[in-house]
Structures are given as C-alpha cells and as structure tokens.
C-alpha cells in the first residue's frame, strides 16, 4: 500500500487549504458594526445562555435522576462553549462583550427566567425543583428559538448563521426530551410569555410552544 501515506497527506494538505481559504475569506468580510443583527444576536444569546448555565447548574448539583443530570450537564457544556465562542468573535470585530443587553421586559419574552424563579431551584424539594426546572428550562428555549428565527431569515455571517442552525436543532431536540420527562412527572410546560407593548415575537410557532390549557405549576 505504498500510496495510501501519499494519498492522505494529500487530502490533509487540501483540508489545510480548504481551511485557510474559508478563514481568510471570513477575515476579509467586513466586521459586523454595533447595531448590525449579528451582533445584537450573539450579545443577547450570550445573555440568555449565561442564565441557562446558571439554572442547569444548580439542578445538575440536586437532581437524582440519571437522565435529568445528563441533561444539565450537556446544557452547561454546550451553550458554556457557545459563549465563548461568541465571545471570541465580539472580540474579533474589535467590539466589547459588553453593550446594552436585554431589558427586563424584553427577556422575559424571550422565556428567561425571573430571579425569583431561578432561585426557587435551590429551595424547593428535590422533585419539585427538578420539575420547575423542566419547565423553566422548556420555556428558556422556546425562547431562544425565537430568537435565532431572524438570524435564519436575514442574510448574516455564515459563523452566525451556522450557530443559530445549530441551536436551533439542539434546542428543538431538548424542548421535545424535556417536555417527555415533565409529563412522566405529571406535569405540563408552563405557557410561553405574550410579547407586551413594544416587544416582538416575530409571531413564530416553534416546537414545544403549542399552548396547553390548565398548565401544572409547582
């Protein structure tokens, strides 16, 4: 098999090439500016995973089941590498971390949790801050799924674009996981915020939104 070493130090030569061309391409696109969509974006879905973090952390630590601990920890290190990486370009593009963030309104339409809520996690029983922390969590991503529908619509940045795929596809999966394991504890997703005066959700239906009468609270 003497041209087997040949043939792959080929294709890894082409994949270095490939690789450099689409970095030097990406450095070459003008930097997104400080009220591009880009960066709003990933400022806000920076915001909105530091809380998701925070909340599967601290039922990561309580929880007894198996499947639950699972779940928060693959929350944690996914979207913990997703601020980073967000992170990472906002420092690229010669822009702080920083800016204005969501307000209060505008987060709560977006699912985030309240403080009160969160901390709710560390008081309550062990079943029922798992089950408050499924519905929290359920109504957190819907949440970020409205917020990557415009990213899928406008013409972005393809690391941009390539993100908000990708979280769309992982938080559409979880939603769907996360709403089985609440009903198995007896319990239904708490109903999605309604966008007050001047907030927008962009009117989208999203798996895991359909509304359910009599939610089950705990």
Do not use: C, Y
Not at 49 to 62: E, F, G, K, L, S
Not at 178 to 201: D, H, S, V, Y
């Amino acid at each position: 098999m003497p041209r087997r070493p040949a043939l792959l130090a080929t294709l890894s030569l082409v994949a270095v090439l490939l690789i450099a061309a689409a970095l030097a391409l990406t450095l070459r696109s003008p930097r997104p500016g400080e009220n591009s969509p880009e960066v709003r974006f990933v400022r806000e879905m920076t915001q909105h995973h530091a809380q998701a973090v925070d909340m599967a952390t601290r039922i990561r630590d309580r929880a007894k089941d198996r499947t639950l601990r699972s779940v928060a920890l693959d929350i944690t290190l996914s979207q913990q590498e997703q601020i980073g990486q967000m992170r990472g370009w906002l420092t690229l593009w010669g822009l702080p971390w920083g800016g204005q963030g969501m307000t209060a309104e505008h987060a709560r339409v977006m699912g985030m949790a309240t403080p009160q809520e969160v901390n709710r996690l560390d008081t309550l029983p062990g079943v029922d801050a798992e089950r408050l922390f499924l519905q929290l969590m359920i109504r957190h991503h819907q949440g970020a799924l409205s917020m990557v529908q415009p990213i899928l619509r406008e013409k972005v940045r393809p690391e941009v674009l390539t993100l908000a795929r990708q979280i769309n596809t992982t938080q559409s999966g979880e939603i769907r996981l996360m709403t089985q394991m609440l009903r198995q504890r007896g319990a239904k997703p708490l109903p999605f915020p309604q966008a007050g005066q001047g907030e927008n959700t962009n009117g989208m239906d999203m798996p895991g939104m359909e509304a359910e009468p009599g939610q089950h609270q705990h």
